[in-house]
């Protein structure tokens, strides 16, 4: 169905989408985002969700209190934006974000140009030992959306 024939019922394209990643390579992981999000625009996909953290990589443990990383993230969610405002496409991306002196596994949404919200995880699922290294990241007791 092209573009135009899902709207006229009210639909959307969406995609989910796994960069090949570096962790901790914020500026390779942004590039990787973007390269898919050309993919999907090509496509006629309107929206892109991708994982968790895919930013900086869930496995980056420690490497989250980087001050330089934490900032290397928002400087690629900034560079996000530029490009979903050329390709007319919204997409998801998991970040690591600092609230109130704590540090969060996020979800910020971007279209438009612009970072419209980013959600701190609220819920984690236990995982048989698998994937410690977030276990010191701070949980949300109360949903709440941070606008940029």
Do not use: W
Request: hydrophobic share 50%.
């Amino acid at each position: 169905m092209k573009k135009n024939k899902l709207k006229e019922f009210g639909y959307f394209r969406a995609a989910a989408a796994v960069i090949d990643m570096k962790v901790a390579d914020v500026d390779f992981n942004a590039s990787e985002h973007i390269k898919m999000l050309k993919e999907a625009a090509n496509q006629n996909v309107e929206l892109v969700v991708f994982p968790e953290l895919s930013l900086i990589g869930y496995t980056a443990a420690d490497m989250l209190f980087q001050q330089q990383l934490l900032e290397n993230c928002l400087s690629a969610m900034n560079e996000i934006a530029t490009c979903t405002a050329e390709l007319q496409i919204s997409t998801i991306v998991g970040t690591p974000i600092v609230q109130n002196g704590r540090l969060f596994n996020a979800a910020a949404f971007i279209s438009n140009g612009e970072i419209l919200g980013i959600v701190p995880k609220a819920i984690f699922a236990m995982q048989m030992n698998t994937m410690k290294s977030v276990g010191f990241l701070a949980k949300q007791t109360k949903l709440k959306v941070i606008l940029s």
